[in-house]
């Protein structure tokens, strides 16, 4: 939507007017505003809160931020006008001059993947048949962020219909990694992960079903959080859902946050950082050479593992005593098995016609699918689920590099080989996130530093099933151990 820089409402005027009543602490104002964008989510909630900066001022740098990088990393999409935004800032502050406090996103920015409707605004999925669609309600997860006192500012740019772990559509074109708009922010929730990297949002929610919250934080080098499955329904299913909600934050606490927002499960309320030294992890590595990886990211995971053994973790080499060519069908079946609901664009050549082949090729695996290769799938997912108990009972986390490419150009769709070796589907090159994701495993994405080119990687930590508080604790301490969350990227302006 088209931006105007000059407030042209009589409330809007007021907004401006009214700005030195509202900033509780004026002597930090002209400084302390400057920074606001630099502020964790938890800590802009904190100055919020306590009035050392008003909403309009918090607002304000964050639009300045955006129109400056925005249009060349292409996180956020749909922006609500500035007006308008800056309209709500001034009501947020009004209430809570009135001693009305919304929750810890009170008048904080806020971009919901638009794999999410919310109400009033744009919701395309990325895809050209719902260019115009306006969501009319809230999702569960968009209505607690709003309850917790956020402003929506817009959407975070996600694949078409959030398949692939690239993140571009027709519509709005491909995001670019905050370390290098050149190279993708990856995806699904690409634009989330990069809104978070170039600190153009506080804090972002996205989704994972193969490594969608994962891949993007290793390649924007913040944290993402994958919960345990049943964590945002609220119910337990078996099998568990191989796809579900979760955070992003620039570092753990803010991730904590948003998680005790969105989840429907209980969730405690204090997190504490976990005493390494008493960790088993078992390094899963390349599962002996079966992923094909990059050069190079082995090596950054096995570095920032020596740093996790010297707190005295106890840190080895193990693998899962399972047929890994197994693991893969059941995937890729149970994943095509939940495309029956897409027919409809299948069936009709008006919609057909505007699906990226991807899709078509997922959707015509749905139509290939046979009883048998389901009950086969569910048969190996439930040997799973008992190879991971077997697990669990050695060990507190696995660990996988997060990526087995480092970000690659955002003008490739996907990569066609690593390291000499054909990937021969559009998703194959992820397959190493889908060891959590066909267990439903809570896993976060841990950064473990940057190539020789700038390039950001990540590891994920997995946990058992339903111990989120266990996994998230691990980042903590992790996070006090490693500086990679520090290295900020060199960001690019508009020319």
């Not at 502020?39 to 306590?50: F, G, K, M, P």
């Not at 809230?138 to 959030?162: H, L, M, Q, Y």
């Not at 399972?322 to 299948?346: C, K, N, P, Q, V």
């Not at 769709?413 to 194959?428: C, F, K, L, V």
Request: aromatic share 8%.
């Amino acid at each position: 939507m088209k931006r105007r820089r000059l407030l042209k409402s009589s409330l809007a005027v007021g907004v401006t007017s009214s700005l030195s009543g509202l900033v509780g602490c004026s002597s930090l104002s002209s400084n302390f505003s400057s920074n606001l964008t630099d502020l964790s989510a938890s800590e802009l909630s904190i100055a919020i809160r306590d009035k050392h900066a008003s909403c309009v001022e918090v607002m304000q740098a964050y639009l300045d931020r955006i129109h400056r990088y925005n249009p060349v990393y292409n996180a956020i999409i749909n922006m609500v006008d500035d007006d308008d935004l800056l309209v709500q800032a001034f009501e947020a502050d009004q209430a809570l001059a009135r001693g009305e406090y919304r929750g810890w996103m009170h008048g904080m920015p806020h971009a919901v993947k638009d794999l999410s409707p919310v109400a009033g605004l744009p919701y395309t999925d990325g895809s050209l048949m719902f260019a115009d669609r306006i969501a009319q309600n809230d999702s569960d997860k968009a209505a607690r962020i709003r309850e917790a006192g956020a402003i929506f500012i817009g959407k975070t740019n996600v694949p078409e219909f959030g398949f692939g772990s690239q993140s571009y559509n027709p519509l709005f074109g491909a995001t670019g990694s905050a370390y290098n708009p050149d190279l993708t922010a990856g995806g699904s929730s690409g634009g989330a992960a990069c809104g978070l990297g170039t600190r153009m949002l506080p804090v972002a929610d996205g989704s994972d079903m193969m490594g969608s919250l994962r891949n993007p934080g290793a390649f924007n080098n913040v944290i993402g959080f994958r919960p345990s499955a049943n964590l945002m329904s609220g119910m337990e299913s078996n099998p568990r859902i191989l796809s579900t909600n979760g955070p992003m934050g620039r570092n753990t606490q803010d991730t904590i946050r948003l998680l005790q927002t969105i989840a429907a499960g209980p969730l405690a309320q204090q997190f504490n950082a976990l005493n390494l030294g008493d960790a088993r992890i078992a390094w899963l590595g390349n599962l002996n050479n079966y992923l094909a990886m990059e050069d190079g990211i082995l090596d950054l995971c096995e570095s920032s593992l020596v740093t996790v053994a010297a707190t005295g973790a106890n840190v080895e080499p193990d693998l899962p005593n399972m047929d890994t060519s197994d693991l893969w069908f059941a995937w890729i079946t149970l994943r095509h098995a939940s495309r029956g609901g897409m027919l409809e664009y299948y069936n009709n050549p008006a919609t057909r016609s505007q699906l990226k082949a991807d899709v078509v090729w997922e959707i015509e695996q749905y139509l290939s699918l046979t009883d048998d290769d389901v009950i086969n799938a569910n048969r190996i997912r439930q040997n799973w689920y008992e190879e991971l108990n077997r697990l669990f009972s050695r060990y507190d986390f696995l660990v996988l590099p997060t990526s087995q490419v480092f970000p690659y150009s955002k003008d490739t769709p996907w990569p066609r080989e690593i390291n000499g070796q054909a990937m021969d589907t559009y998703h194959r090159w992820m397959e190493v996130t889908l060891y959590a994701s066909l267990g439903g495993n809570p896993t976060v994405n841990v950064p473990v530093g940057f190539d020789a080119q700038g390039r950001p990687m990540g590891m994920q930590i997995i946990g058992n099933y339903g111990e989120d508080q266990k996994v998230l604790e691990f980042a903590l301490a992790y996070e006090q151990i490693t500086d990679h969350l520090t290295r900020r990227p060199e960001l690019i302006t508009a020319s």
